[in-house]
């Protein structure tokens, strides 16, 4: 006796239509509110505005950052205190002469407005030729003395107030008249310009 037939679904009947409708008969499985939605024209735009801005900035011109680099030097160019050192008697003669200045009733007289009314006063060749080369006697030897030129002493400090045109002009000169140092360039126009006036009064 043959057991009876069982009529049973066949399987691949339930996977026809797999595929593209497949999540069209899920869609009303899902709530409204976490369904997914594809973003709006606008919301895209919103997405790719910031990329945007992230942009690398486009760099300065070469002339305005030369012209940034010149305001940032002339910043440095102001004002600024120089050291120099004068001999005792030349310090002394200076000193004398801002007194005189401020007992004549003028305005008080600064070290480098002083050492200005100097260098109006005494020619570039009479500044070069106290410091030319000293000669020397030959020897009567093989080896010959060196020429020496003249050097400036140490002494006590002072400081000229120059801007950064007077700073250049100062060493300019120190470099033309071959003074050896600004020191010894200043304290000779001291002495030339004042050393006269000291023997005057």
């Given at each position: ?40 024209p ?5 997405a ?70 100097a ?83």
């Amino acid at each position: 006796m043959s057991e009876p037939q069982i009529d049973r679904p066949s399987l691949a009947d339930a996977f026809k239509g797999a595929g593209s409708g497949r999540g069209t008969s899920l869609g009303g499985l899902l709530p409204k509110s976490t369904r997914p939605t594809e973003p709006a024209p606008a919301d895209t735009a919103a997405a790719v505005e910031p990329a945007a801005v992230r942009q690398k900035r486009t760099p300065k011109p070469a002339t305005e950052r030369t012209a940034a680099v010149r305001r940032a030097a002339a910043q440095h160019e102001g004002v600024q205190n120089v050291a120099v050192y004068l001999e005792p008697d030349i310090l002394a003669l200076v000193r004398a002469a801002k007194t005189r200045t401020k007992t004549a009733g003028e305005p008080d007289r600064t070290y480098d407005e002083l050492l200005v009314d100097a260098l109006d006063h005494i020619p570039a060749e009479q500044l070069r030729a106290m410091f030319a080369t000293v000669p020397t006697e030959r020897s009567g030897g093989p080896l010959q003395r060196r020429a020496r030129r003249v050097r400036g002493s140490g002494g006590i400090q002072i400081q000229l107030r120059l801007d950064g045109d007077q700073r250049r002009a100062l060493d300019e000169l120190t470099a033309d008249v071959g003074a050896p140092s600004r020191s010894a360039l200043v304290a000779t126009a001291y002495r030339l310009h004042l050393a006269p006036r000291a023997r005057e009064s």
